[in-house]
C-alpha cells in the first residue's frame, strides 16, 4: 500500500476504529528523516493490510502538536484509535518491521478493557475525593 499524507482534513477518515495506522513525522530540512523515508516506505510494501502515513510536521503544525511531537523523526502506531508506540529516532527496517508485527499481534480487546478500568477509577478518585 503506498504511503499516504496525514493531515487535520483527513485524520479522522484514516485513524478509523478498525484499523491499524502506522505515522512517520517528518520535515523536508530533517536529514535522518530523509534516510529514514526509504525504511518507511519499504515497510509500508510488506504490509499492505496497515495504513502507513506521514505527516509534515512544518505544514501541519496543530497535528504534531496534538501527537506531542517533540523531535523528529517520530514514529507512532496506532490501532483502533489507541496510539501503541511512539518513538522518536529513525528505526532500522527489522526493528520498523517488529514494531509493525508486534502492534499487529496486541489483544486490543484487552486494550481496550484496561483503558476502560483506568477510566473508571479516574473517575471514582475524582468523585471520591470532591
Known sequence: MATITLTKDNIEDVI?????VIVDFW???????????????KVSENHPDVTFAKVDVEQEVELAQG????????????RDRVMLFNQAGALPESDLESVVSQGKSVDM?????????QQTAEEAGQTGTA
Do not use: Y
Open 16 to 20: 478509523r476504529a478498525d484499523n491499524m
Open 27 to 41: 520535515a523536508d530540512w530533517c536529514e535522518p528523516c530523509k534516510s529514514f523515508a526509504p525504511v518507511f516506505d
Open 67 to 78: 501527537f506531542n511531537i517533540r523531535s523528529i523523526p517520530t514514529v507512532a502506531v496506532l
Open 109 to 117: 480487546d484487552s486494550v481496550h478493557a484496561e483503558i476502560a478500568r
